[in-house]
């Protein structure tokens, strides 16, 4: 079974093709930061113009290169959300296109259930049942999942994402877009003992998750500072980073207390941030749980997990429609189980 998968919820152009017998023949991505970095944030309407350029000529090429024809392809797989609108209907309008063209089945997929799977590209997917910590731009959601596909929702952030809060702090401190990586990078050079950050919603028992007070906490700490200097934004990123992170993993421990779960899967954006992973790898260790993550080029958004996603939802793809689906918003928890095909 040989199967592409188009991403193009958000800022970037994923294609990937993916063999059931060979794992991922190629993948190529477009990322979109130039476009939307001069505004601080993306864009919904440039995302779509762009992603429309990107798309087809970027599937023609991957398919040169993996020597992919058409009558090789046994389905295609596209993100049908959440995301943004206009971004999602041109994923969707292409793959259902080529499908009706081809003759093959084109299915929706789930943007965040193709993060968490992005951990089945590794070498060792994790075993179920397992603890989803999913954290990327639009989302952060702990989930508890007993088999693939099966989705209890155990906490999520009541206001801003972490990923979120990342780019918002980034932007208050003069860095670039997307903030994740530019706070990650300048936090390297600050120092941890400056400032205190508060860890947001710990002291009360729960798994949910609120961020948008630690963006007021950045504010307030540079007004305090008056002149800021480069060492003062290195202390703040430090600050902000390690605060996102301890709550983050303070969280994950409750989670894994209250399931009794051993496996946890951080997946999304975020979960590129290199302090979470060795933090969660230390609380790994405390609680004897393995931490799965996907490899570095698959945490933030890219068509191998649609692939992948596609390849495990098989049992959808003879409930083909050909209406041309896009939801904004669209709860994971309602999800149906994944059946063995
Ligand atoms: O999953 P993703 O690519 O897109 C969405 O589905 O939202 O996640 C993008 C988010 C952005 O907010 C970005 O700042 C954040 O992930 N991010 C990071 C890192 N790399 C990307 N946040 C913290 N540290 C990073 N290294
Ligand atoms: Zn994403």
Known sequence: MRILGIETSCDETGIAIYDDQQGLLGHSLHSQIDIHAAYGGVVPELASRDHIRRCLPMIDDLMAQTRTKPEDLDAIAFTEGPGLIGALLVGASIARSLGYAWGIPSIGIHHMEGHLLA???TDS???YPLVALL?????TQLMASTRPGHYELLGESVDDAAGEAFDKAAKMLGLGYPGGPEIAKLALLGNSERFDFP????????LDFSFSGLKTHTLITLQSLGTVTDQDKADIARAFQDAVVETIVIKCERAILQTGFSELVMAGGVSA????RAALAKLGQKHHITIHYPDLKFCTDNGAMIAVAGLMRQSL???QNWRIDA???WPMIELEPIRSP
């Open 327 to 329: 939801r904004a918003r």
């Open 135 to 139: 954290v990327s731009g639009g989302h």
């Open 119 to 121: 951990s089945e590209l």
């Open 199 to 206: 860890r947001p919603m710990t002291k009360k028992p729960g």
């Open 317 to 319: 793809w003879d409930k």
């Open 273 to 276: 941030n290199l302090e979470l």
């Open 125 to 127: 997917p994790p075993p």
